[in-house]
């Protein structure tokens, strides 16, 4: 099931970015597919319940270490002179910036 949704999703046309939560930590991920094309995910918990998860193994985080304190996630789009980019960001319960990945 899951490499029949990495190939659906290596098919679609643009960019491709995943939104998904209640893991109880945050982070940020990229996979390539077979075809060079990459895929996107922003994980994010609730802003009460980080930390209980596992600190697992996850070879597609694209910064070293995942977020385990409360936190939610924001995704930004930036109109540069290059064109939109797509900003991942991991905010703590302040919205004090905790990690962020830029997509052109």
């Known amino acids: 099931e899951r490499q029949r949704l990495l190939d659906a999703l290596q098919k679609a046309d643009g960019r491709v970015v995943i939104i998904s939560g209640d893991r109880h930590l945050g982070e940020i991920s990229r996979y390539t597919g077979g075809n060079g094309r990459e895929i ?7 802003m009460n319940s980080a ?39 991991l905010r703590d319960v302040e919205g004090q910036l905790l990690q962020e990945f830029e997509i052109p």
């Open 51 to 89: 930390g209980a998860g596992f600190g697992e193994v996850n070879d597609h985080r694209v910064l070293p270490e995942n977020v385990r304190v409360d936190h939610f996630g924001l995704i930004d789009l930036r109109r540069g002179p290059h064109g939109v980019t797509l900003s991942l960001q």
């Open 40 to 46: 996107y995910e922003i994980t994010a918990s609730g």
